[in-house]
């Protein structure tokens, strides 16, 4: 079974820093494109940042700069540094990709919670 887990959300005074991790389990993904989103309240979900499985790297223009994503494959995790942090950045973050599971299967973790107070 395919899990992705988030962790390392949390409460951030402007201008921090936090690292959000996504661990995925049941499949290798060091040769998958994973993906970030997140959502505010109220508000759509957005794709913030993508990295291929060749390390390729591409993010909104709303975190250019000041988030970096990255991955692990040693430990099948993907990360996401996130300096500067704004009040807007107040969303919950998810994980994404489409893995192959009996047929590709696109997967969401349950999301890490993060706040940016002013």
């Known amino acids: 079974q395919v899990q992705l887990v988030e962790s390392g959300g949390g409460l951030v005074q402007v201008g921090g820093s936090l690292r959000l991790s996504c661990a995925t389990s049941g499949r290798t993904v060091s040769s998958t494109a994973m993906k970030w989103y997140r959502q505010a309240p109220g508000k759509q979900r957005e794709l913030v940042a993508t990295i291929t499985g060749g390390g390729s790297t591409n993010y909104a223009d709303s975190v250019k700069g000041r988030f970096t994503i990255s991955r692990d494959n040693a430990k099948n995790t993907v990360y996401l540094q996130m300096n500067s942090l704004k009040p807007e950045d107040t969303a919950v973050y998810y994980c994404?990709?489409?893995?192959?599971?009996?047929?590709?299967?696109?997967?969401w973790g349950q999301g890490t919670q993060v706040t940016v107070s002013s």
């Open positions: 994404n990709a489409d893995i192959f599971s009996n047929g590709l299967v696109n997967y």
